[in-house]
Structure formats: C-alpha cells, structure tokens
C-alpha cells in the first residue's frame, strides 16, 4: 500500500545547446525530465512519453489513493495512464512552462509544438 513518486522539476544542460547551464533557459534538456510512479497499481506499468506537468502530480495522488478529486487543483490525471485506457495520439492538453533566471521565459507546449517567449534581465524581448 506504498506509492513513491519520483519527479524533476528540471534538467542540466550539459552542451547539448551550446552551454552548459542548471536550467536557465527552455531547451528540452531543461524541460525533459523524469516521473518514476512505483507501487501503483491503479496505473499502466511502461513508459508514458506525453508531457505531464508538475501540477498534475496532485491529481494523480489522490487518484491513486482512491481519495475524491480536488476541484482546486488545475492538473488531472493524464489520459492513458491507467490500464484498460489508450493513450491518446497526441496529449492536446497544454503543459506551462517557466524559467525565472538569468533570462526570464514562460512557453507552453500542446501536442508536438512548444512555443517560448522570453526577456533578457533588462526586459528587453528576446
């Protein structure tokens, strides 16, 4: 009756763009990162390789937990994690994304596209 759940809230980028950098920018070194859920049964066991965000984990635990959902929360359990249920061509339910460093930037990705807008410090647009 143990549920772990394992989750990054960022990469490193180790020269795969050019730089090397602890999550400074939206690269998908940055934004690609793992979510291990181990002991529940509830879910199908294997690889789930839509983007998830981190505000479904709390959907996801009360799900797993058999508790009632939390209307306050503004993730859900994504389609396809569950056994019996396929898992959808395509995730079309957007994943936001925001990087506050030395360059600030917020991008969402919906499907196979990502869109990133950002400032340098100053404020200037990049």
Do not use: C
């Amino acid at each position: 009756n143990t549920i772990l759940i394992v989750a990054g809230d960022h990469g490193e980028s180790f020269y795969e763009d050019g730089s090397v950098t602890h999550s400074g920018r939206l690269t998908e070194s940055s934004i690609h990162t793992g979510l291990v859920v181990w002991g529940a049964r509830l879910y199908a066991s294997g690889d789930y390789t839509h983007p998830v965000g981190m505000v479904d984990l709390g959907p996801m635990v009360l799900d797993l937990a058999s508790m009632p959902e939390y209307r306050g929360f503004q993730g859900s359990v994504p389609e396809g994690v569950r056994p019996g249920e396929d898992a959808p061509a395509e995730r079309r339910r957007p994943v936001f994304l925001t990087a506050k460093s030395t360059v600030f930037e917020d991008g969402v990705i919906e499907g196979r596209w990502k869109f990133v807008a950002g400032a340098l410090g100053s404020g200037e647009r990049i």
